[in-house]
């Protein structure tokens, strides 16, 4: 069975600071890695993904990933963080078999202050 | 683009009450999902259309919960009776396709929040 971990309930940064949401992984075969954003009364929007090739990621809104095989990491960063960044974070994985299902971990909220 | 819609956004019943949310996916989009989130939790999948077919429901409840999708566009989800462990937001998502190696990313909807007393 696959499982996501996000140790942290919540991350707080200042405004202008580099930042990073933690997330491991269990799943058999090869990761597909996924973080998705999620703003009150919204539903889900997508980042970014990791399918194959370069372990660093850069996605939507400035937010880039780091692939770790080694660690089972997906860990979230962004350089400079913005209040506009407060929102809740998930992390995502699946296989990379046909028909596998995304499973998330619980979420990390964000909180930027200014 | 349109995205995935979903109506309503907000119900409250009481328990042992029936509820019906539906969901109109992404236009040419095969695959429709349905999830549950819980307060605190992500997000968990109840069912996986392709088409008008399930793929996966191994986590749908189904002495309460059923979903259909009859002609492979719009879904509906319905849970009968409710208990108070189902409020949750139910969240439909849809995809291009499934069922390749290939990853077509999921758009979801702003979701429903369900409140159960």
């Known amino acids: 069975a696959q499982s996501v971990a996000q140790p942290e309930d919540q991350v707080n940064v200042a405004e202008g600071n580099p930042l990073t949401v933690k997330c491991t992984y269990s799943v058999s075969g090869n990761p597909y890695l996924f973080w998705y954003v999620q703003y009150p009364n919204r539903g889900l929007q997508f980042l970014l993904k990791?399918?194959?090739?370069?372990?660093l990621v850069k996605g939507s809104y400035g937010f880039e990933a780091e692939f770790n095989k080694s660690q089972t990491s997906f860990h979230l960063k962004k350089p400079s963080a913005l209040v506009s960044d407060s929102a809740l974070y998930f992390c995502?994985?699946?296989?990379?078999?046909?028909?596998?299902?995304?499973?998330f971990g619980k979420g990390t909220m964000l909180l930027v202050s200014p | 683009e349109a995205g995935v819609a979903q109506s309503p956004r907000y119900k409250i019943i009481e328990k042992r009450q029936s509820v019906a949310f539906w969901c109109n996916p992404i236009?040419?989009?095969?695959?429709l999902y349905w999830y549950q989130q819980i307060l605190g939790q992500g997000p968990k999948l109840l069912i996986q259309?392709?088409?008008?077919?399930?793929?996966?429901d191994s986590q749908l409840p189904k002495d309460r919960f059923s979903a259909e999708r009859l002609k492979g566009v719009d879904s509906t989800l319905k849970i009968q009776p409710a208990k108070l462990e189902d409020s949750a937001v139910y969240l439909c998502?849809?995809?291009?396709?499934?069922?390749?190696?290939?990853?077509?990313?999921?758009?979801f909807g702003p979701g429903t929040r369900l409140t159960v007393l």
């Open positions: 995502a994985v699946r296989d990379d078999s046909g028909y596998s299902t995304l499973t």
């Open positions: 998502a849809s995809s291009l396709r499934a069922g390749t190696s290939s990853y077509n990313e999921q758009f």
């Open positions: 990791y399918i194959t090739g370069d372990n």
């Open positions: 236009s040419g989009h095969a695959t």
């Open positions: 259309f392709q088409n008008n077919g399930v793929v996966d």
